[in-house]
């Protein structure tokens, strides 16, 4: 398996071709054995698949430094459910990605699927940063009181455990936050079903761009995301032009200050990826000088986990300021707090996209078997003489 040659872009068939990747190639009738042994070689697709497999082991060790804070609660309370979404969401998008980068070798209908699976992790991403912005950044995201004060929902009996008095802080520059009901409705109603039916379109845009729209399918692909992170960034849109909700002397203040920092390096990650995605730069400055290492692919996958982690960075500051306190209640004039997150309406809404998901891949996978069946079998009888 360590023999198989590679190839040039003369040799393999158009499909397998990158814009200015001259060499590097792999035959798209790798066996899995082989597609597995390829990530140690020198392949152009060698530093795709570590610069999104690796960094899976470095968000885990960030993400778990949260359940480690004094006063938070056990990792199965359901405060955390999005937080746990959000991991299954960011650890999907990257072990698709780097496998999509590691097997599409396989055939050119496995090569398909592979990117049509790529496109439908990164849509669930979308929805899962959703949930969490949605429960911890939310304006009227909180620990829910056990009855009284606010909704009831699944974290009551542990936020009564943490301490809560129901007391009303007067000092909350939320108490003349009177502009809040005009987004409610949004907030309320709309925001997650809104997050769900744009990481839909997402992925139909996405998987046709591999069937048609070839020529510019690296710039739709890179617009097309540019939808989700503004629809799911409306609270934090929110949180940055209204009053801080926690008193300005308290810890929790301290510890949430950093939303914005975090929130404009993620979105600095976000721009510059997106400009190595559609500029191709620097192959197209150099065609066949970064074929295997450094080219704008690779580049792309660093500069969009730097934005996760920084995004991961900014959840964890608002986490922690919820924790630190607890005790923090809406004033009156402000609608009731958020029921706390449930298992219906973190993973039920995850389960239920990605079966919609599912069924979009199936129907492009059909299609693409239809397409690249016959010239499969005409490679598998290259093959054999």
Not at 12 to 19: A, F, G, K, Q, S
Not at 132 to 160: E, K, T
Not at 286 to 309: E, K, N, R, V, Y
Request: glycine share 6%; charged share 10%.
């Amino acid at each position: 398996m360590w023999s198989v040659p590679l190839l040039r872009h003369t040799d393999v068939p158009p499909r397998v071709t990158e814009n200015f990747i001259l060499t590097g190639y792999r035959f798209p009738n790798y066996s899995f054995r082989q597609c597995l042994a390829s990530a140690f070689r020198p392949t152009n697709e060698t530093g795709n698949f570590w610069t999104h497999f690796l960094p899976v082991f470095i968000f885990a060790f960030h993400f778990q430094e949260v359940f480690g804070w004094e006063g938070t609660p056990a990792p199965s309370d359901p405060f955390f459910y999005p937080l746990w979404n959000y991991l299954l969401g960011v650890c999907c998008l990257l072990l698709a990605s780097s496998l999509a980068h590691l097997l599409n070798s396989m055939s050119l209908i496995v090569r398909e699927v592979c990117f049509f699976v790529d496109y439908g992790t990164i849509s669930a991403y979308t929805v899962g940063s959703s949930l969490a912005y949605y429960y911890y950044i939310h304006p009227r995201a909180g620990i829910p009181p056990l009855g009284g004060v606010g909704g009831g929902g699944g974290g009551g009996a542990n936020a009564s455990q943490l301490g809560l008095s129901g007391e009303v802080d007067v000092e909350s520059p939320l108490a003349s936050a009177s502009w809040l009901p005009e987004f409610q409705v949004f907030f309320d109603t709309l925001y997650i079903p809104g997050s769900c039916l744009v990481a839909i379109i997402c992925v139909l845009a996405c998987c046709n761009t591999r069937q048609h729209w070839r020529t510019y399918r690296y710039a739709i692909r890179t617009l097309v995301f540019l939808l989700p992170f503004f629809v799911s960034s409306t609270p934090i849109f929110y949180r940055l032009l209204s009053p801080n909700p926690y008193p300005s002397a308290s810890s929790s203040s301290a510890a949430a200050a950093t939303t914005a920092h975090y929130f404009y390096r993620h979105c600095f990650w976000l721009v510059v990826s997106a400009l190595f995605n559609i500029s191709k730069v620097p192959e197209r400055l150099c065609p066949g000088a970064f074929d295997i290492w450094g080219h704008s692919h690779q580049w792309f996958h660093c500069c969009t986990f730097f934005s996760i982690l920084d995004e991961l960075h900014m959840i964890k500051a608002e986490v922690r300021a919820l924790c630190l306190h607890p005790t923090l209640v809406l004033p009156p004039a402000v609608p009731t707090r958020l029921p706390g997150p449930a298992l219906l309406t973190t993973y039920g809404v995850m389960v239920l996209l990605q079966v919609c998901i599912a069924s979009i891949i199936a129907w492009f996978s059909w299609g693409a078997y239809l397409i690249y069946a016959p010239q499969q079998k005409q490679l598998k009888q290259l093959k054999q003489y």
